[in-house]
């Protein structure tokens, strides 16, 4: 027997990391506030730390979605895999060359494409698609806050109604284009 109600454990499971980085802040701005020229430092740094990883958990946590779509999103060792009941794949990171959202029949999908042409299609809502954020972070030159700002709700079509068909979203990430030396 639980005394909180499920919305409300789901809510506090939603914010975990968010509200573990705010105590730990607290906790180190406690130790700051106890003086002394090893606490302060030490306090601060802490809170420092915990303000850095608050961030990354409220972004990390506005990037997830709700998971109403088919398949399953795995990343592991640097690679990219979607299985779905249609369509499927793998996208190593070295070479992933772009990173869009786009939308597909009223469903949004990230659109990876691989230096060599090919294009792996994974919905925003499958199971696992969380897991992207910490993939994507790690791209060379990748702003989290643009990666976050596309997931944001998509403008409706026309007097309200959802936009049909596919809209492809602009470009969030590119790999820069290797110089070569001749």
């Given at each position: 027997?639980?005394?909180?109600?499920?919305?409300?454990?789901?809510?506090?499971?939603?914010?975990?990391?968010?509200?573990?980085?705010?105590?730990?802040?607290?906790?180190?701005?406690?130790?700051?506030?106890?003086?002394?020229?090893?606490?302060?430092?030490?306090?601060?740094?802490?809170?420092?730390?915990?303000?850095?990883?608050?961030?990354?958990?409220?972004?990390?946590?506005?990037?997830?979605?709700?998971?109403?779509?088919?398949?399953?999103?795995?990343?592991?060792?640097g690679q990219i895999g979607y299985m779905g009941p249609s369509f499927g794949g793998f996208v190593a990171l070295p070479d992933l060359a772009e990173l869009r959202?786009?939308?597909?029949?009223?469903?949004?999908?990230?659109?990876l494409k691989q230096q060599d042409g090919q294009v792996l299609l994974i919905p925003v809502a499958a199971a696992g698609a969380e897991r992207l954020f910490d993939?994507?972070?790690?791209?060379?030159?990748?702003?989290?806050?643009?990666?976050?700002?596309?997931?944001?709700?998509?403008?409706?079509?026309?007097?309200?109604?959802?936009?049909?068909?596919?809209?492809?979203?602009?470009?969030?990430?590119?790999?820069?284009?290797?110089?070569?030396?001749?």
């Amino acid at each position: 027997m639980t005394v909180l109600r499920p919305e409300a454990l789901a809510t506090l499971h939603r914010w975990r990391e968010v509200i573990a980085a705010a105590v730990v802040a607290v906790l180190g701005l406690w130790l700051a506030s106890q003086g002394g020229l090893l606490l302060i430092p030490l306090g601060l740094a802490l809170a420092a730390l915990a303000a850095f990883y608050g961030l990354l958990a409220l972004r990390r946590m506005r990037f997830a979605q709700s998971t109403t779509a088919p398949g399953l999103v795995e990343v592991d060792e640097g690679q990219i895999g979607y299985m779905g009941p249609s369509f499927g794949g793998f996208v190593a990171l070295p070479d992933l060359a772009e990173l869009r959202l786009l939308t597909l029949h009223g469903q949004r999908m990230w659109r990876l494409k691989q230096q060599d042409g090919q294009v792996l299609l994974i919905p925003v809502a499958a199971a696992g698609a969380e897991r992207l954020f910490d993939a994507f972070a790690t791209l060379p030159g990748m702003d989290t806050q643009a990666l976050v700002a596309a997931l944001s709700p998509a403008a409706p079509g026309i007097a309200g109604l959802p936009a049909q068909g596919s809209v492809v979203g602009p470009v969030i990430w590119h790999r820069a284009a290797k110089v070569a030396l001749t």
